[in-house]
C-alpha cells in the first residue's frame, strides 16, 4: 500500500469521479485506474462499485478512506517534524553538568536561544566523573568539566577558567584580608556540599597531607543551600568563585584566595569529534566555536 496511491483513491473519492480525478492531479485516467487497481490488489476488496455510473464507494472503500486520511495526515506531520528539526523550529539540546560547573554554561544557552527559541536546551545534573563516558556514548550532547576527559572520542572548547576561594560574610573577620592560609579555614566552621566530588577529594587530601583537620561542621546537598548558609554567618565555604560571582558582585559575599589549595581549572565543553549530530547540536556546537574564536581575537 503505496501512500501516492492512497492520495489518488482519496481524490477519486471527494471527486466522485475517475476523469475529475485525473484531471486535478495531472495525471492520465488510465494511470488514476490503474492506481486504484493496485490498491485494490493490495487491500484485496473492491474500493468502488463499477456498476454505478459515479465513482460510489463499497463497505470497504469507506472504512479505507477514514484510514488513508489518517495516514496522509500523519505523513504530511511527520515530514513538517523533519523540516522543523532541519529549520531549527524544534529539537533539544541534551548537556549534562554538575551543580558547579552549569554556570559558566549559561552565557552560551543564552546566547543559544537568542538564535534559536524553540529549540528546548536541557542541562541535566550528572556527576563529572559520568560526563566523558555519557557524551562519548551519544547519552548526552554536550558535557561541561574542570579536567580533561580521558575518551580519545571527545573534543573540547574550554569556556573560561575558575578557582577555588573561601566565601565569607563581609561581617567576618578575615573579609577584609586578601588571602587566608589553610590553618585559619580549619578555625571557621566549614560549609561543605555533602555530594562527592573530585574537587572535594582533592581539597580533603591537602588539609590531611598539612595534618590540618578540614572542620566540616554543616554539609548541605546544594550550592545555593551553602551560599545561603554563609551569608545567614553559619560559618564559611570553600567553592569555586565562579559559583558565587553574583553574590560577590554585590557584595553579600567575600572571596579570598587560598594560595596553599591554587585550585584554578579551565571549565570546558566536550563534544564528539565524529558521528550523527543533530540540528540543534550542531547548531550549538556553532555557538560554542564562534565563542572560541572571539577569544581568540581578543
Not at 485506474?33 to 465513482?55: H, P
Not at 529549540?119 to 551519544?138: L, N, S, T, Y
Not at 580519545?152 to 584580608?177: N, R
Not at 553574583?246 to 566536550?270: F, K, T
Request: net charge positive; charged share 30%.
Amino acid at each position: 500500500m503505496e501512500l501516492s496511491e492512497l492520495r489518488v483513491f482519496l481524490k477519486v473519492a471527494s471527486e466522485r469521479s475517475f476523469s475529475r480525478a485525473a484531471m486535478k492531479l495531472h495525471r492520465t485516467q488510465p494511470a488514476v485506474s490503474q492506481a486504484v487497481k493496485r490498491l485494490e490488489e493490495s487491500v484485496g476488496e473492491r474500493l468502488f462499485d463499477r456498476a454505478t455510473k459515479d465513482a460510489t464507494l463499497t463497505d470497504a472503500g469507506r472504512l479505507l478512506r477514514d484510514y488513508a486520511d489518517r495516514l496522509l495526515r500523519l505523513s504530511e506531520e511527520a515530514e513538517t517534524a523533519v523540516k522543523d528539526l532541519r529549520d531549527l523550529r524544534r529539537g533539544r539540546v541534551l548537556i549534562g553538568a554538575n551543580e558547579a560547573s552549569v554556570h559558566a554554561v549559561l552565557p552560551l544557552i543564552q546566547r543559544f536561544r537568542e538564535a534559536h527559541p524553540l529549540v528546548h536546551v536541557d542541562v541535566r545534573r550528572i556527576p563529572a566523573r559520568q560526563i566523558g563516558a555519557e557524551v562519548a556514548h551519544g547519552s548526552l550532547d554536550f558535557g561541561v568539566l574542570t579536567f580533561q576527559p580521558a575518551e580519545p572520542k571527545l573534543g573540547s572548547v574550554v569556556l573560561g577558567q575558575d578557582e577555588l576561594v573561601m566565601l565569607v560574610h563581609p561581617a567576618h573577620p578575615l573579609a577584609h584580608t586578601r588571602e587566608v592560609t589553610l590553618s585559619e579555614c580549619a578555625r571557621q566552621t566549614v560549609i561543605a556540599h555533602n555530594d562527592p566530588s573530585h574537587v572535594r577529594e582533592r581539597v580533603l587530601r591537602l588539609f590531611e597531607q598539612h595534618h590540618i583537620p578540614a572542620n566540616i561542621l554543616i554539609s548541605l546537598p546544594s550550592l545555593e543551600g551553602i551560599k545561603r548558609a554563609v551569608a545567614l554567618q553559619m560559618g564559611v565555604a570553600l567553592l569555586p568563585r565562579r559559583c558565587a560571582e553574583p553574590e560577590i558582585s554585590r557584595g553579600d559575599l567575600v572571596a579570598l584566595a587560598m594560595p596553599e589549595i591554587r585550585l584554578r581549572r579551565h571549565v570546558r565543553m566536550v563534544y564528539r569529534k565524529s558521528g550523527e549530530r543533530s540540528h540543534a547540536s550542531a547548531a550549538f556546537l556553532a555557538i560554542v566555536e564562534e565563542k572560541k574564536e572571539e577569544k581568540k581575537r581578543a
